[in-house]
C-alpha cells in the first residue's frame, strides 16, 4: 500500500513538471501563430481554394527568390506542424508519393487579413514587442504598483501612440477589427434597441467603425465618433458620421446616446 502511495505521488509529481514545462514554452503557440498572421499563410490558401503543399504556401510568402529555399521549406514546416497540431490548419497525409496538402480550419478563417471579420490585426497588435515588453514588468507591479506599460516604455499607452505612428497604426488597425467582430453581432442581436434615438456619441470609438455599424443598421440616426485627436485624423469617411477629436475626461459631445464600449478599463 505504501509502495502504491509513493508510485502515485512520484507520477503526479512527473505529471506536474510536464505541465510546467508546457507553460513555459506557451509562447510559442503565440509566436508560430504571429508569424502565419506575418507570412499571410491562411490568405495564400484561401486564394488556391483548395488545400495546397507547402512549397505552393512559401512561394506565396514574399520570398525574394524564385524559388523557396531548403531553409525557408523547413522552417515554414515546423510552424505548420504545430499550427495543424494546434487545430489551426488541417494536413492531409500524403497519397502515392504527393506531398502533404494544408488546409483552413474554422480558426484560420480568423486570420484572413483580407476578411470582413478577422482578428489578424489583434493578433499583430497583441504580439508585437511594444505590446510584450510591459508584460517583463507584472511582479514589478505587484511588488511597487505602478503600470506595466509605463515602466517598460516611460508612459502611457495613449501617450506612445500619439507619438509613435507604427503603434498608432497597429493600435487603431487592431482595435477596429475587434471592435467590427463586436458591434455586428450587437447590432444582430441588439435588434430595435437604437429605433428610437438620432444621434450616438461613440467615446473612444477609434477610427469610427463601431458607430458606423449602428448608422448603417439604422440610417437616421447621426453618428459622432469621438477619441484622442491623432486616432481619429487617420480615421477614414463613413456616410452618416462625424469624427470629433478629444479628451472624454474633459468634455464629450452632446448625442441622444453615450456608447462606450470596453474603455472604461484602460483607465481603472
Same mark, same amino acid.
Given at each position: ?33 504571429? /508569424?502565419?498572421?506575418? +507570412? !499571410?499563410?491562411? @490568405? &495564400? ?11 505552393? %504556401? $512559401? ?48 480558426? /484560420?478563417?480568423?486570420? +484572413? !487579413?483580407?476578411? @470582413? &471579420? ?11 514587442? %511594444? $505590446? ?137
Amino acid at each position: 500500500m505504501e509502495d502504491n502511495k509513493e508510485l502515485i505521488e512520484a507520477e503526479a509529481k512527473q505529471q506536474g513538471q510536464a505541465e510546467i514545462w508546457q507553460y513555459m514554452f506557451k509562447f510559442v503557440d503565440s509566436m508560430a501563430l504571429r /508569424s502565419a498572421v506575418e +507570412l !499571410r499563410i491562411a @490568405d &495564400t490558401i484561401h486564394s488556391h481554394g483548395r488545400p495546397i503543399t507547402l512549397s505552393q %504556401i $512559401a512561394s506565396g510568402v514574399g520570398s525574394s527568390s524564385s524559388s523557396p529555399s531548403p531553409d525557408m521549406i523547413t522552417c515554414l514546416s515546423r510552424i505548420m506542424r504545430l499550427l495543424v497540431c494546434k487545430k489551426i490548419f488541417t494536413a492531409s497525409p500524403p497519397v502515392d508519393g504527393e506531398e502533404t496538402l494544408y488546409g483552413l480550419t474554422h480558426s /484560420s478563417t480568423w486570420l +484572413l !487579413r483580407d476578411g @470582413d &471579420t478577422t482578428l489578424a490585426p489583434w493578433i499583430l497588435l497583441l504580439m508585437d514587442p %511594444i $505590446a510584450l515588453a510591459p508584460w517583463q514588468y507584472l511582479s514589478s507591479c505587484v511588488k511597487d504598483g505602478g503600470f506595466a506599460f509605463e515602466k517598460a516604455h516611460g508612459c502611457d499607452i495613449w501617450k506612445y501612440a500619439s507619438t509613435d505612428k507604427e503603434l498608432n497604426k497597429l493600435l487603431n488597425d487592431g482595435m477596429e477589427s475587434k471592435g467590427r467582430i463586436a458591434m455586428k453581432a450587437l447590432v444582430s442581436a441588439y435588434k430595435d434597441g437604437f429605433g428610437c434615438v438620432g444621434s450616438v456619441v461613440d467615446v473612444g470609438g477609434g477610427t469610427g467603425e463601431g458607430v458606423a455599424e449602428i448608422v448603417k443598421a439604422y440610417p437616421w440616426i447621426t453618428g459622432i465618433n469621438f477619441d484622442f485627436p491623432h486616432v481619429v485624423a487617420t480615421a477614414p469617411s463613413y456616410a452618416g458620421v462625424s469624427h470629433v477629436g478629444g479628451n472624454m475626461f474633459e468634455a464629450i459631445p452632446k448625442a441622444d446616446v453615450v456608447f462606450m464600449k470596453i474603455i472604461l478599463l484602460n483607465f481603472g
